[in-house]
């Protein structure tokens, strides 16, 4: 049964750099999700280290931190159905030479120090992702009172 869900999608300095938002964006939009927050931050050594905990001991952290320390990201949060999973496949491998062609990796990245994206692993990343990313909360419009609401 699928429900819905929200991912953490980030446009990584590479994806900035050459002008590739705005696509990546579409893409996701066309796909059904809903941008519900959108950012472009220059991210600290420090967030950076909290996001890639887990590769902390991996040969490529001190590199990975470096280069995603070395311009500004676009952090996204979207909303839909399976965004977690559904967002994954869109992105493709890691490896973006074994990303199947029509995947954001497939069509616009050749490296896997330089694969654009980010996207959210599992549900309970997400949350986590979205909490450290958007500590100031995320403001979403309901057309259900027609206000605003900051969660």
Same mark, same amino acid.
């Given at each position: 049964m699928s429900n819905t869900e929200r991912t953490y999608i980030m446009v990584? &300095?590479?994806g900035v750099q050459r002008?590739?938002?705005g696509e990546i964006i579409q893409r996701f939009e066309r796909?059904?999700?809903k941008m519900i927050a959108l950012k472009m931050v220059?991210?600290?050594t420090e967030l950076l280290e909290?996001?890639?905990a887990d590769l902390k001991n991996r040969p490529?952290? &001190?590199n990975l931190i470096k280069y995603m320390a070395s311009g500004p990201v676009v952090a996204i949060v979207l909303e839909g159905r399976d965004a977690v999973a559904t967002g994954r496949v869109m992105l493709g491998e890691t490896d973006p030479l074994k990303?199947?062609?029509g995947t954001i990796r497939g069509d616009l990245c050749l490296q896997v120090g330089r694969n654009i994206c980010h996207g959210s692993d599992s549900v309970q990343n997400a949350e986590k992702e979205i909490a450290l990313w958007f500590p100031e909360g995320i403001v979403k419009y309901t057309l259900a009172t027609e206000n605003w609401?900051?969660?």
């Amino acid at each position: 049964m699928s429900n819905t869900e929200r991912t953490y999608i980030m446009v990584k &300095p590479d994806g900035v750099q050459r002008g590739l938002v705005g696509e990546i964006i579409q893409r996701f939009e066309r796909r059904g999700f809903k941008m519900i927050a959108l950012k472009m931050v220059w991210p600290t050594t420090e967030l950076l280290e909290k996001h890639y905990a887990d590769l902390k001991n991996r040969p490529f952290f &001190p590199n990975l931190i470096k280069y995603m320390a070395s311009g500004p990201v676009v952090a996204i949060v979207l909303e839909g159905r399976d965004a977690v999973a559904t967002g994954r496949v869109m992105l493709g491998e890691t490896d973006p030479l074994k990303s199947a062609p029509g995947t954001i990796r497939g069509d616009l990245c050749l490296q896997v120090g330089r694969n654009i994206c980010h996207g959210s692993d599992s549900v309970q990343n997400a949350e986590k992702e979205i909490a450290l990313w958007f500590p100031e909360g995320i403001v979403k419009y309901t057309l259900a009172t027609e206000n605003w609401i900051f969660e």
